[in-house]
């Protein structure tokens, strides 16, 4: 990443220059300091500084880049730069079309993670084609798989639970801005629902096995919450606690949903076999054709 001095980041002085030449300028500059997706990353924050977006921030790139912003720009470049996810510099991240503002209090929301949301809408529905199931996302982090079901299935009743208060504050900003109704509780896992009916369980939880915190990229490794990160010393604690605490319920949920890690899936589908509770054990996978999701269903 270079020295600290390497991370301190000026426009060029020599002459006025255009939004588009900030961007190019600013692009490189990440590029040298290692940064992925430098590009990306350095429009991202120019339109959060410039304050524009979509088709307004590509009409302006010819006009000159305001003096006015100049200081705040080099300050957002030094700070992705130096590894800080553009995502926390600007406070906000898209999931399944619907702006959340996120800190590093919670984990950055994936677009893998959109596909869990839409098998479980999906099956949701066909399991529950005039009802209203009882849906609970362990693990709420900004609220992103919660206020997403509730807004997209405004029937359902959503509930989601976190064991950090500042997630579970960052959740419930998400879902009034949204305008989903979401309840929120804290404490570890299933025991804030003990003796609740829940016929859908999802959960994208902490699944990196912990010694490979280590040699993850330093945006995730030195910004993100250790907490969502670690699930112990196979990855598979998480999972292996949820499903171990079914009983504090009524009973097992009728779907059940997991995101996981890279290699975990055929371990997790085997916990879930296990548990008995599920006649049809689904593997999906993501884009890349990594199997990230696995589904248990009782027909």
Known sequence: ???????????????????????????????????????????????????????????????????SDKEAWEAVIARKAAGEPAQYIIGRQEFYGRPFAVSPSVLIPRPETELLVEAILQHGDRL???????????????????????????????AAG???????????????????????????????????????????PPYIPAADIAGLQPEVRDHEPRMALDGGPDGLGPYRAMLEQLGLLQAPPRLIGFELGMGQARDVAGLLEQAGHWNTILIVPDLAGIERHVLGVAE
């Open 1 to 67: 990443m270079g020295h600290e001095r390497d991370l301190v980041y000026r426009m060029s002085p020599e002459r006025s220059m255009s939004i588009r030449e900030a961007l190019v300028e600013a692009s490189s500059f990440l590029g040298s300091c290692g940064v992925l997706e430098p590009q990306h990353n350095a429009r991202l924050l120019l339109e959060h500084v410039l304050g524009l977006e979509g088709t307004a921030f590509y009409a302006a790139l010819g006009d000159p880049f305001p003096a």
């Open 162 to 204: 976190d064991i950090s208060a500042a997630a579970l504050e960052m959740a419930a900003h998400n879902a009034a801005a949204n305008g989903a109704a979401v309840e929120l509780r804290e404490g570890d896992l299933l025991a804030p629902f003990a003796g609740e009916a829940v016929d859908i369980l999802v959960s994208n």
């Open 128 to 158: 529950w084609p005039d009802g209203a199931p009882q849906a609970l996302d362990i693990g709420a982090g900004s609220g992103a798989i919660a206020v997403t079901l509730a807004a997209e299935r405004p029937r359902w009743r959503v």
